[in-house]
Nanobody, 115 residues
Framework: QVQLVESGGGLVQPGGSLRLSCAAS????????MGWYRQAPGKQRELVAA???????NYADSVKGRFTISRDNAKNGVYLQMNSLKPEDTAVYYC?????????WGQGTQVTVSS
């Protein structure tokens, strides 16, 4: 089965940037839509960005214009470029399918935006 490993998080000041990576141990070629999710303490996990196999994208209103999702099907990778970061972006970020069925969730990567 596919395993997902997120990386690239860290501590950054407001207005800074981070690039998150999601590495899949198996092929994601057959998965139409992949997404990035985030979960802040005490809150439900939410979808922030999604991308189809063909490259069409969609974003939550809270991150539109600041985040960019991309995908490399040949490398089984999904990426999230995060610019103009705000304290409210602080959360654990995960990648997974956007579908009826999810892969097992990875450990996620912590993003902390603080001055």
């Amino acid at each position: 089965q596919v395993q997902l490993v997120e990386s690239g998080g860290g501590l950054v000041q407001p207005g800074g940037s981070l690039r998150l990576s999601c590495a899949a141990s198996g092929s994601i070629f057959s998965i139409n839509t992949m997404g990035w999710y985030r979960q802040a303490p005490g809150k439900q996990r939410e979808l922030v960005a999604a991308i189809t196999r063909g490259g069409s994208t969609n974003y939550a209103d809270s991150v539109k214009g600041r985040f960019t999702i991309s995908r490399d099907n040949a490398k089984n990778g999904v990426y999230l470029q995060m610019n103009s970061l705000k304290p409210e972006d602080t959360a654990v970020y995960y990648c997974n399918t956007f579908s009826v069925i999810y892969y097992p969730w990875g450990q996620g990567t912590q993003v902390t935006v603080s001055s």
